[in-house]
C-alpha cells in the first residue's frame, strides 16, 4: 500500500532525532551501498536543494566508473498521498531572486532529501563504465545509500581542481570528472549541438534589510560544464530506458526545431557585420556561430550573436511518448530526453524515477502511471504551464531587484550594445548588470531627424546610424516620479547626438532582464 499521513511523521523522526541512525536498516534492503565512494555535489552558492551528486572511480580494466546520484523523493513521495497531490499542481519550484517557493515542504527539499555531505541520503544513481575517449560500455541504474564526502559550490570545485598539490579522494574525482566531461561536451558539438547564451545575474542581498547591495552576472567555470555534461548524459540515459519499457506513456521533453522564419532577425544582423550564418540545421548554425568574428569587433560580439540565437529558439516542452512521434531535442541534438536529475524541484522527474524504478523493479507500477491519455498528458500541459509561469515570476523578480539596485545607486554610466534596432528606438542590453532596457527617439519633446531602414536594420538619428551589435553609453537611471509605476530610464550618452538632450522624466523605456536560472535543459 502506497504513504499515508503517518509515513512523513515517522521518516522526521528516523531522520532528525539528534543521536539517530541516519537510514534505518530496513530501509537500506534492495539498495546498493555506494557509501565508500568519493561522491561530491557542486552546486551555485548557497544551494540547500541539493539534488545530484557525481563520483568518478578507475577501475582495474582501465576504464572509469561514473556515477550521477539524484535524490531519491520518491521514497518520501508515494503517489496518491497529500505530498503528490500538492507537488503535481505546483510543478515546480519557484527560484526568487531572494526566496524560492518550494514544491516540496522544507524538511524534504533542504533536509531529508538533500544530498547534503557527511550523512547518509537514499539515491537513485546512473552509474556507466566509461573508456578513456569517454564512450559508454554499460549503463545501469540502481535504487542506493550515499554519503556524500564534500559539498561544493562551483568556485571551490575548481580551485580544488587547480591545486596541484591536492591529491585526495574528491580531488582525484573531479579532475577524471572533468576529463571526462570535456570529451562529451566536444563529442555532443559535433553532433550539432547548440551552445547558446543568455545574461544571467546574480543579486548580492544586505542580510538585515535584504536590498539588493550588488549586481554581477553569472561567471561561469569548468565546473559547471563539467556537472552540465553528466546530467544531460544521465537524462538521456534515462529517457532511452523508460522509452523501451514504456513506449507508448513515457514522460519525455523535446525542443522542437524553429521555423526558418524565426532566424530572419539573425541572418539580417549578422549580414550587416559581413558575418555568414547558416542556419539549415543546428550543426550548421552551432559552426557558424563558432566562426562569427569581426576583426576590431569588442570579445562580446560573439556572445551577443548566441543570445540572439537564443531568441529565435522555440520553447522546449513536456510531452508524453504514445502521443507526439517527434522525440527529437533540437538544441541538444539528441534523439530523446527526459528530466531525471531535479525531483526536489520538478514534479516531471518525480514520474521519471516512477517509471525508472518500475525498469529497474524497484517499484510496482500504478494504473494512473500508464494512463497516457487522462493522467500523462493532463500532466504534460500543466507542467508546460507552471514552468512558463515560473519563468514570467522570476523575470518579474529581477526586474523588481533590478528597480531597488538602482533605486540606491543613482544615475550611473555604463557600456551597453545595440541588440535590436527598432523603427523609434534600439534596445541597448548592458553585459554588466544583464539589463536590457529601450532608448527611443520619437518622444513630443524631441524634434529630431529619424529615419529606419529595414534591411539593415539601421535607425538614422540626425545622422548617426545605429546598427545592431553596436557598443553605446547609456546613462541608467529610476524613474521614481510614479510611485506605482517605477521604471528604469536609458539615456544615450555616446555617440552624440545633436538636439538629444530629453529630460529625466521622459519615458525611456523599462528593462527585460533575464533571471538566474536553476539547470535546467
Not at 567555470?221 to 514504456?246: P, Q, Y
Not at 520553447?315 to 531535479?342: K, V, W
Amino acid at each position: 500500500m502506497y504513504g499515508s499521513p503517518c509515513v512523513l511523521f515517522v521518516v522526521r523522526q528516523r531522520f532528525v532525532e539528534p543521536g539517530a541512525v541516519c537510514v534505518p536498516y530496513k530501509d537500506q534492503a534492495g539498495r546498493e551501498d555506494l557509501r565508500a565512494l568519493s561522491i561530491c555535489s557542486v552546486d551555485p552558492p548557497g544551494c540547500t536543494d541539493i539534488d545530484d551528486a557525481l563520483h568518478c572511480k578507475p577501475l582495474d580494466n582501465g576504464n572509469t566508473e561514473v556515477g550521477v546520484h539524484i535524490a531519491d523523493v520518491g521514497y518520501f513521495i508515494r503517489p496518491g498521498n497529500a505530498l503528490d497531490e500538492e507537488a503535481s499542481l505546483r510543478g515546480t519550484t519557484v527560484y526568487l531572486c531572494e526566496k524560492r517557493i518550494d514544491m516540496v515542504p522544507e524538511l524534504l527539499s533542504s533536509n531529508l532529501c538533500s544530498l547534503r555531505s557527511n550523512v547518509d541520503r537514499l539515491a537513485f544513481s546512473c552509474i556507466w563504465e566509461m573508456t578513456p575517449k569517454a564512450e559508454i560500455v554499460s549503463t545501469r541504474f540502481t535504487k542506493s545509500i550515499i554519503n556524500s564526502k564534500a559539498s561544493l559550490t562551483y568556485a571551490e570545485a575548481q580551485l580544488m581542481m587547480d591545486d596541484a598539490g591536492r591529491k585526495e579522494p574528491v580531488t582525484s574525482s573531479l579532475r577524471g570528472l572533468n576529463s571526462l566531461a570535456k570529451i562529451v561536451k566536444q563529442r555532443r558539438i559535433q553532433n550539432e549541438a547548440l551552445t547558446l547564451a543568455s545574461p544571467e545575474v546574480r543579486f548580492h542581498m544586505d542580510s538585515e534589510t535584504h536590498d539588493p547591495i550588488d549586481l554581477q552576472t553569472k561567471e561561469l567555470k569548468e565546473t559547471n560544464s563539467m556537472v552540465e555534461e553528466f546530467m544531460l548524459l544521465a537524462n538521456i540515459s534515462v529517457a532511452e530506458r523508460i522509452v523501451d519499457e514504456f513506449p507508448e506513456c513515457a514522460l519525455l521533453r523535446r525542443h522542437p526545431a524553429p521555423p526558418p522564419s524565426n532566424y530572419d532577425i539573425l541572418v539580417k544582423a549578422t549580414k550587416s557585420k559581413n558575418i555568414e550564418i547558416q542556419v539549415d540545421s543546428a550543426k550548421a548554425l552551432a559552426e557558424s556561430l563558432d566562426r562569427a568574428a569581426v576583426p576590431g569587433a569588442p570579445p562580446y560580439l560573439n556572445t551577443l550573436l548566441r543570445i540572439l540565437a537564443t531568441r529565435c529558439m522555440m520553447q522546449a516542452i513536456y510531452f508524453c511518448s504514445g502521443m507526439e512521434p517527434d522525440t527529437h531535442h533540437y538544441g541538444l541534438a539528441t534523439a530523446i530526453y527526459t528530466h531525471f536529475t531535479s525531483p526536489i524541484r520538478r514534479y516531471s522527474d518525480v514520474i521519471v524515477h516512477r517509471l525508472l524504478a518500475v525498469c529497474v523493479g524497484a517499484d510496482p507500477t500504478y494504473p494512473a502511471l500508464t494512463d497516457k491519455q487522462k493522467q500523462q498528458q493532463q500532466l504534460c500541459n500543466n507542467l508546460n504551464y507552471r514552468h512558463k509561469m515560473a519563468q514570467y515570476a522570476q523575470r518579474s523578480s529581477v526586474a523588481f531587484h533590478t528597480q531597488l539596485f538602482f533605486k540606491s545607486k543613482g544615475v550611473v554610466g555604463e557600456e551597453g550594445f545595440v541588440l535590436f534596432v527598432r523603427k523609434n528606438a534600439v534596445v541597448v542590453l548592458i553585459p554588466k548588470y544583464g539589463l536590457e532596457g529601450t532608448v527611443f527617439f520619437d518622444s513630443e519633446d524631441l524634434k529630431l531627424n529619424v529615419t529606419f531602414d529595414e534591411e539593415g536594420p539601421t535607425l538614422c538619428v540626425e545622422g548617426i546610424a545605429l546598427n545592431m551589435f553596436d557598443c553605446l553609453c547609456v546613462r541608467v537611471s529610476l524613474d521614481s516620479s510614479n510611485l506605482q509605476h517605477q521604471r528604469i530610464r536609458m539615456h544615450l550618452v555616446r555617440p552624440e547626438i545633436p538636439g538629444y538632450n530629453p529630460p529625466e522624466s521622459t519615458p525611456w523605456g523599462s528593462p527585460s532582464p533575464r533571471p538566474k536560472k536553476p539547470r535546467q535543459h
